[in-house]
Every structure is written in C-alpha cells, then in structure tokens.
C-alpha cells in the first residue's frame, strides 16, 4: 500500500530573523522531517545546512514570496511558517502581503513569528491539520 503523501510546509525568513528560524528549524528538527518543505533561496539554504532536504525557491524580493503563494493558491502546500522582521523595510512588500492574503482566502495555517510556529508545529504534531 503506498504511502499517504507528505504534506509541505513552506519556511520563510527575513534577514534579521533568520538565526531565529535555523534555531527554531533544529530545535523541532525530528518534527519537521515528516513533511516536504519548501523555502524562499537563503532561508532554504541555510535550513539545508541543518540536513533538512528543502526545495529552494527564488530569493523574497525578485519573487520567491509570489512562488510560495502560488503553491499556496493551488493546494500544494499546507502550512506557511514565515519569521517577518516588522522592523526591517522590504522592498517587495507587495509580495509578502500578497502571500499573507493568499494564505486567508485559502485557510491555510499561517505563523508570522516564533510563539505561533510554535503553535504550528503543535498542531501539525497532532494530526490537526484540515484535509
Ligand atoms: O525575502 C524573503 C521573504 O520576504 C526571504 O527571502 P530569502 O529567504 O531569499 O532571504
């Protein structure tokens, strides 16, 4: 019998918080083994570095966020965990907005900082996620 398919979770973070991501990535690295995970380029890259496999999109601010939203407007990815810096300015704020609004319209789970990705991962642990 095959397998059920993972579900994907995307990883998302600002330069500033970053480190907070990578800490919070190894802290619940066994967790996030059990799922596909996708990322914007240098998030990804240094989740990578944790062992982690992750499918690297292009970088936030020449469209890596409109990527991620895509999935996330056609089903192909589940939870969104994106560590915003709110302090920092963002020349492709349009982008992150736009992935914030995609992720309501379609209901899927999304933290914008650590005490709610931690929530997230709770939550997936146990099997909450909406089919
Ligand atoms: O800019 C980002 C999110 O808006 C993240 O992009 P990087 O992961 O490439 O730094």
Same mark, same amino acid.
């Given at each position: 019998m095959a397998l059920p398919k993972k579900k994907t979770i995307a990883l998302i973070a600002h330069d500033g918080k970053k480190a907070e991501m990578i800490s919070f990535v190894k802290d619940n690295i066994e967790f996030f083994k059990k799922f596909e995970l996708v990322a %914007?380029?240098?998030?990804?890259?240094?989740?990578?570095? %944790?062992?982690?496999k992750v499918k690297r999109y292009l970088s936030g601010p020449v469209g890596g966020d409109a990527q991620i939203t895509a999935l996330v407007a056609t089903e192909k990815c589940h939870a969104v965990i994106f560590m915003r810096d709110p302090l920092g300015m963002h020349p492709h704020e349009p982008d992150i907005y736009s992935l914030l609004r995609i992720c309501d319209v379609h209901d899927v789970p999304l933290a914008t900082n650590l005490s709610s990705a931690q929530l997230i991962v709770k939550g997936l642990a146990k099997n909450l996620l909406k089919e």
């Open positions: %914007t380029s240098t998030t990804g890259k240094l989740v990578a570095q %944790t062992g982690l």
